[in-house]
C-alpha cells in the first residue's frame, strides 16, 4: 500500500512539473511578444494541417501588417462585435461570464465562454477550439499573462493580425485581399463590419455572406462600431482600470 501511494505522489509531483514547464514555456512567448510579432499560432497551425490533409502544398494567406495600418473602421467594428468592454476590463467581462454559465447550465453542456478578445487571443496563440473547462481554465490563466504584460494596444494589434477570416485566412491584411482587394489600411465602415461578423464561424461565412443572418450581424454591428473607443497610442504598460494618463482613445 505504500508503494503505491509512493507511486500516486510521484506521478503527481511529476504532472505538477510538467504543468509547471508549460506555464513558464507559455510566460516566457508571452514576454517576447510584447514587442515581437507572431509569426504563427495553434489555430494557425491547425488550420494549415488542416488544408494539407487535402493539399499537401497548401500555405496559409496571411500577412503581418503594423496597428497604424488597419482601418480604424476595423478596430471599431470588431470591438463592437467582439468585446465592447475591452478598454474597461482586466481581461475578463464578468457580466459575459455570467450570462455565459447562464446558458450553460440552462444547455447542460458548454456551449457558451464569455470570452474577451484577450481571452480568445489567449485561444488562439496557445490553444484548441476544444469546448471544455481544462481549455477554459488554461485559457485563463493565458490571459492574466497578457494582460498584465501587454498594452490593450498590442492586443488589439495581435488580435487582429491572427484571427481567422476563412479557409486558410489569418489576419486582417489577409482578409482585406481576400474579400475586398484592397489594404487593411482602405476598409470603408461597411467592409469592416462585414469582416467582423464573420469573427465567430469564419469558415461558415465565408461562403454564407449573402445569408440574412449575415446580414443581420452586419447592419448590428454597423450601429454599435461607433459607440466603442480603441486604443489609439502605444504604451509602455497595460492599461489599468482608473488610471486615465494610461488610458488613450481614438476619438
Known amino acids: 500500500m505504500k508503494a503505491i501511494w509512493g507511486g500516486i505522489w510521484r506521478a503527481a509531483l511529476i504532472l505538477l512539473g510538467l504543468f509547471l514547464a508549460w506555464q513558464v514555456w507559455v510566460f516566457a512567448h508571452v514576454l517576447w511578444w510584447i ?15 488542416r488544408l494539407q490533409e487535402k493539399r499537401p502544398d497548401a500555405e496559409l494567406r496571411h500577412k503581418w501588417v503594423p496597428y497604424d495600418n488597419i482601418s480604424i473602421h476595423l478596430k471599431r467594428a470588431i470591438i ?8 474597461d476590463h482586466e481581461g475578463f467581462d464578468i457580466e459575459g461570464i ?8 440552462k444547455k447542460g453542456r458548454l456551449v457558451a465562454g464569455g470570452s474577451t478578445i484577450s481571452q480568445q487571443l489567449a485561444k488562439n496563440l496557445f490553444l484548441s477550439s476544444d469546448r471544455s473547462f481544462v481549455r ?21 494589434e495581435v488580435y487582429l493580425n491572427i484571427i481567422e477570416w476563412g479557409n486558410g485566412v489569418y489576419g486582417a491584411e489577409a482578409a482585406s485581399r481576400r474579400y475586398y482587394k484592397k489594404s487593411a489600411a482602405s476598409l470603408t465602415r461597411g467592409q469592416a463590419a462585414a469582416l467582423a461578423a464573420m469573427v465567430p464561424n469564419p469558415r461558415w461565412y465565408e461562403n454564407n455572406r449573402s445569408s440574412a443572418k449575415f446580414a443581420r450581424r452586419v447592419a448590428t454591428i454597423s450601429k454599435r462600431m461607433y459607440q466603442v473607443q480603441v486604443p489609439k497610442i502605444i504604451l509602455d504598460r497595460p492599461v489599468r482600470r482608473g ?3 494610461e488610458i488613450c482613445r481614438a476619438p
Not at 463592437?80 to 478598454?87: M, Q, W, Y
Not at 455570467?98 to 447550465?105: H, P, R, S, T, V
Not at 477554459?136 to 488589439?156: C, D, F, V, Y
Request: glycine letters at 4%.
Open 35 to 49: 514587442d515581437h510579432n507572431p509569426t504563427s499560432s495553434a489555430f494557425m497551425q491547425a488550420g494549415l494541417s
Open 80 to 87: 463592437a462585435a467582439e468585446d465592447s468592454k475591452f478598454l
Open 98 to 105: 455570467q450570462k455565459a454559465m447562464e446558458k450553460n447550465l
Open 136 to 156: 477554459k481554465g488554461q485559457e485563463a490563466i493565458i490571459t492574466l499573462m497578457i494582460e498584465t504584460t501587454w498594452s490593450k494596444r498590442r492586443i488589439l
Open 243 to 245: 488610471k486615465i494618463a
